[in-house]
């Protein structure tokens, strides 16, 4: 069984580190890049989780951290990559067929929601549940990168599915969802009181990405420690 309660205060066991962590989120664009190191030093949280080692490891070997950050950002995007294909795909095709049928005169509003619904709607329906499955096997496979140190280990779909269809798995991915919602909530409602201030809101969203990047990273690498 997970221990919530030590993985929800994780994140706070040394504020010098999570603040380092929220650093790396807080300057729009900045971040794009800097966001990779902080990926980096939650996988290796994960790597601290599944070797029982619980405390926040520290912010050394930076070009290890941005290089597992990166990897882990390409394996994100490689399991997204079905569900962006098709939605690219619904939306061109849809644009296609507007563009055809306006240029030849036949386009008008009955035949444009038909062309909404049926084309585009489908690829909407197919592209959201291809995300909704690449989401929910995503933290397995980056476990598996982290456990084998090995890029090819995250397409260990073999081992993926064997771990991923487990009541401890499942648990702790909705646990994380709902905890990430509340969390999301709390600094949503935090901001909105601090919005006049523009800068402590933008601080409070960063924190909030490094609490929940470290907190679910301990969450799943305690999973993976069996």
Known sequence: ???????????????????????????PVVNIVTSFFATGYGLKMAENSMKKKFS????????????????????????????????????????????????????????????????????VVVAVLLGLIA????????????????????????GIFKKVFTGDYFVAWLGLVVYGIIVGIIAGFISGLLAVTVVLPIVIMALVQAIVLITGMTVFGEVFQK
Do not use: H
């Open 1 to 27: 069984m997970v221990d919530w309660g030590r993985a929800v205060k994780m994140p706070f066991q040394d504020w010098k580190k999570l603040g380092i962590a929220g650093l790396m989120y807080v300057i």
């Open 56 to 123: 926040l490891p520290e912010w050394e070997d930076w070009g290890g951290l941005f290089l597992k950050g990166l990897l882990g950002a390409i394996i994100s995007i490689i399991f997204m990559l079905p569900a962006m294909i098709v939605a690219f795909v619904g939306i061109r095709s849809t644009m296609f067929t507007m563009f055809s049928m306006m240029m030849s005169g036949t386009l008008d509003t009955y035949n444009l929601w038909g062309i909404l619904f049926d084309s585009l709607g489908i690829s």
């Open 135 to 158: 989401i929910y096997l995503l933290p397995a496979a980056l476990m598996f990168f982290v456990k084998e140190d090995s890029f090819a280990s995250a397409f260990n779909f073999s």
